[in-house]
């Protein structure tokens, strides 16, 4: 559904989001729908694959579905973690790991399928302002919001449409000082094509919410739009834009975003024929089927350590919120997952997303 080269975006707990790679795709401007790339990527045409040794450690336990994750400015840094099911923002002290509830923002639908409080954002200039931003599922929409701790949160944008499954819900600043948030169609996918809707977008909006005069589209927070469910935003060491979203059923992608480009939902899912220029494909693509497969290996290893009782069938998060999505489900990307033995929960690193 965008440019075809590769990248993985990555939320890990002792930095910010990270930007990897594995494999490549060429990029071109034709090709059938959903074809898979197999160059491996160029120098200039994203991150080339890397290797590196890392040790993951719990920092902590007790958490309820951790989804977004911001770390405060100063000497510590420590991280704010929001629990998409409860919408409690948590902070976690460094170093000790010690954990202490900030705020619940108020007005968050807990039972709201792939919803709930979903992103989270620290101001540029926090340390003049103190602001936190915050993007959640009400009971009539998905909004952004920002606050103090401590403090009443406050709505910026409003009325992005919501629904049981795609909702995106990643914000986060950008090198422009702007605030980006990704927003899903919500399954409905004409939302993506049509510039009037603000779903199935990467948005940009000034820290007020209010429109830049730079933006694309007149009047419009629409940045780029095509999109199905983007979920994942990082900015590489250039300065540009990359976002990771969910397919369908066919492939993921990790997209180059670029100012007014249409990304092809639902038109395109993966790399398929750019109609001209019209459409952008992913710098990376892979197959859905990889991450279900992964987790279901993960699941039958977890049972496994926990002692010699049967193995039992894939948990329900992992087989989607409806019978047509169940690939819906993990995919090969990294941000904080919930897992542990004996239903602990614990905030670290995982090949695998829970939706």
């Known amino acids: 559904m965008t440019q075809a080269p590769r990248a993985l975006l990555c939320l890990p707990i002792a930095a910010a989001a990270l930007l990897t790679a594995c494999g490549g795709a060429d990029e071109g401007s034709s090709g059938s729908q959903g074809q898979a790339a197999a160059a491996a990527p160029t120098a200039d045409s994203g991150p080339t694959a890397t290797t590196s040794k890392s040790k993951l450690s719990t920092v902590a336990t007790g958490l309820q579905v951790p989804w977004g994750i911001a770390f405060l400015p100063g000497k510590n840094g420590d991280a704010l973690v929001n629990e998409r099911?409860?919408?409690?923002?948590?902070?976690?002290?460094?170093?000790?790991?010690?954990?202490?509830?900030?705020?619940?923002?108020?007005?968050?639908?807990?039972?709201?399928?792939?919803?709930?409080?979903?992103?989270?954002?620290?101001?540029?200039?926090?340390?003049?302002?103190?602001?936190?931003?915050?993007?959640?599922?009400?009971?009539?929409?998905?909004?952004?919001?920002?606050?103090?701790?401590?403090?009443?949160?406050?709505?910026?944008?409003?009325?992005?449409?919501?629904?049981?499954?795609?909702?995106?819900?990643?914000?986060?600043?950008?090198?422009?000082?702007?605030?980006?948030?990704t927003v899903g169609e919500t399954g409905n996918t004409a939302l993506a094509q049509d510039r009037s809707s603000q779903n199935g977008k990467i948005l940009r909006m000034n820290a007020n919410g209010s429109v830049p005069a730079d933006n694309p589209f007149k009047g419009s927070r629409v940045w780029t739009y095509g999109h199905r469910n983007p979920q994942g935003l990082a900015w590489?060491?250039?300065?540009?834009?990359?976002?990771?979203?969910?397919?369908?059923?066919?492939?993921?992608?990790?997209?180059?975003?670029?100012?007014?480009?249409?990304?092809?939902?639902?038109i395109v899912e993966g790399r398929g024929s750019t109609q001209g220029g019209k459409f952008t494909n992913p710098k990376l693509i892979f197959r859905t089927s990889e991450g279900l497969a992964e987790r279901r290996r993960h699941h039958r290893q977890q049972a496994l350590r926990r002692g010699p009782r049967r193995p039992g069938p894939v948990p329900q998060h992992a087989q989607g919120h409806d019978g047509h999505e169940a690939r819906q489900a993990p995919r090969r990307q990294v941000r904080p997952a919930t897992h542990g033995d004996q239903g602990a929960r614990r905030l670290t690193l995982d090949r695998h997303v829970e939706p």
């Open 85 to 181: 099911t409860t919408g409690r923002i948590i902070r976690i002290a460094r170093p000790g790991g010690k954990k202490s509830v900030v705020l619940k923002i108020p007005g968050v639908d807990v039972n709201a399928g792939e919803g709930g409080l979903l992103g989270l954002a620290v101001s540029p200039t926090y340390a003049k302002d103190k602001l936190l931003y915050a993007y959640f599922t009400s009971r009539s929409d998905n909004r952004i919001v920002r606050f103090k701790l401590g403090g009443r949160p406050k709505v910026i944008l409003s009325g992005l449409k919501r629904g049981q499954i795609h909702n995106g819900g990643r914000i986060a600043f950008g090198p422009d000082g702007k605030l980006y948030a």
């Open 236 to 266: 590489d060491s250039k300065g540009r834009l990359w976002s990771s979203e969910f397919g369908q059923n066919t492939f993921d992608e990790v997209n180059l975003i670029q100012k007014g480009h249409n990304y092809g939902w639902p």
